[in-house]
């Protein structure tokens, strides 16, 4: 008798292949980049330093860092005739589907080496360095805001920040859009990660890659999350709310965004570090009306459900008090995570099998095929 293998629902829990990007320890709450703790990196690092850890899988000298600053400084450019589609997309747009769209499209305008055919480390810096200025190109035309300035003088974190509030950042925001970027860069086969591997397991290119993941980062059970915590936020209004609109939730079933995790069984060690941020800038703004907020609200959370923040619960809270609008904040998370994915493509590519996991059909078998004049309903 063939032993029949069970079935795993969300592909729970199966080991799909091996990587040496990225290492989550759910038991222990730690997450390790190419062999350092996400804690050291937050505290020490900058995302191009992480996002070359990504791609190379080792820090990078002096010289190698400013190189690689200086490259994507010089990628952020978009050609003319990607600009006019921006241009011409409704302003009402979601703006996970003008960047979904605008990396998709592209692939058509880039020159050989840095294009899809690429598929290399040029093609990986090209859209970390190009996606910040495709969300400001679009959301600078609906927000009335004066047109983008080249800015090679300032870091990604700082130029993300510039491009999407047109102003400079104090060092404290900058810092602060840095290490968001650091906590979002890549975390193993996530939903968005997965789908870029399946893309570039059938030897589709990485642009191709690159689409499938930020179309499937844009759900609300994965890069949605944040933005959906801050409307939860709006709609408790005080703490002294929290327990109501909380309890009712829960009564009804529903997600508390922010909350839970496919992999960690204790905190998400990077909410751990938002949490402290949410803390650093509220107190900066003079505004800790969402951190106290989030505070109550994890606290009923837990209580009820034993369930822990993710990496979604304060992002929100920083981005908007550094002044970004809530439907950018999933861009954002893509702007960073698009290391990682493409950091994974270029392991896919190394080590190439066609991802082609089975189903175990449970539909019917030998049916007798009954001519159309004959079917009555
Ligand atoms: C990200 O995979 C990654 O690494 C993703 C990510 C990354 O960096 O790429 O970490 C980023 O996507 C973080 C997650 C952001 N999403 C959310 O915050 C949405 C809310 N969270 C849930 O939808 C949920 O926790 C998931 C999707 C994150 C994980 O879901 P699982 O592993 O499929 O867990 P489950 O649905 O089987 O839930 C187990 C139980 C259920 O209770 P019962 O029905 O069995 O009684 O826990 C409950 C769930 O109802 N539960 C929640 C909950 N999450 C789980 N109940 C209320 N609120 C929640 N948020």
């Given at each position: ?39 050291d990196l ?31 400084g ?7 005739e ?9 302003v ?20 050989s ?12 810096q ?58 979002h ?10 789908a ?26 994965h890069?949605g ?17 929290a ?18 995790h ?12 938002l ?12 505004n ?11 606290e ?44 994974h ?13 089975t ?16 079917r009555?309903?």
């Open positions: 008798m063939v032993a029949v293998p069970a079935v795993s629902r969300g592909l729970e829990d199966v080991v799909a292949l091996e990587s040496r990007i990225c290492f989550i320890d759910g038991v222990r709450g730690r997450l390790i980049y190419q062999g350092y703790d996400i804690r937050a505290a020490h690092s900058s995302f191009e330093e992480v996002a070359y850890l990504l791609w190379y899988g080792r820090l990078p000298t002096a010289p190698q860092l400013a190189e690689l600053r200086g490259r994507l010089a990628l952020r450019a978009l050609p003319p990607l600009v006019r589609q921006i241009d011409s997309m409704p009402g747009s979601t703006p996970m589907d003008v960047l979904r769209t605008s990396v998709s499209a592209l692939a058509m305008f880039e020159p080496e840095t294009g899809p055919g690429a598929s290399s480390i040029g093609g990986a090209r859209l970390t360095a190009v996606i910040p200025t495709i969300l400001a190109t679009f959301h600078r035309r609906r927000a009335g805001l004066p047109p983008l300035r080249e800015r090679p003088d300032l870091s990604p974190a700082a130029y993300l920040l510039y491009a999407l509030v047109d102003r400079e950042p104090t060092e404290l925001e900058a810092r602060a859009m840095d290490v968001a970027l650091i906590l860069a890549d975390h193993e086969l996530n939903a968005s990660t997965f870029a591997r399946v893309t570039a397991s059938t030897l589709s290119d990485l642009y191709s890659a690159v689409t499938s993941a930020i179309g499937t980062l844009k759900g609300p059970l890069g999350a944040n933005e959906r915590v801050m409307e939860l936020l709006a709609a408790i209004g005080t703490p002294e709310l327990e109501t609109v909380v309890k009712e939730r829960l009564a009804k079933h529903e997600r508390i965004m922010g909350f839970g496919r992999v960690y069984k204790v905190e998400d060690p990077r909410a751990t570090i949490r402290e941020w949410s803390k650093k800038i509220g107190e900066a703004k003079g800790l009306r969402y951190y106290e907020l989030l505070r109550k609200v994890e009923i959370v837990h209580r009820e459900k034993g369930l822990y923040p993710n990496v979604d619960l304060y992002s929100g809270s920083v981005y908007s008090l550094l002044g970004i609008s809530h439907d950018l904040f999933t861009p954002i998370f893509a702007a960073s995570r698009v290391s990682g994915w493409t950091a493509v270029l392991e896919e590519y190394q080590d190439l099998r066609l991802i082609r996991p189903a175990r059909y449970i539909g019917a078998t030998d049916l007798a095929y009954l001519p159309l004049a004959q009555t309903g």
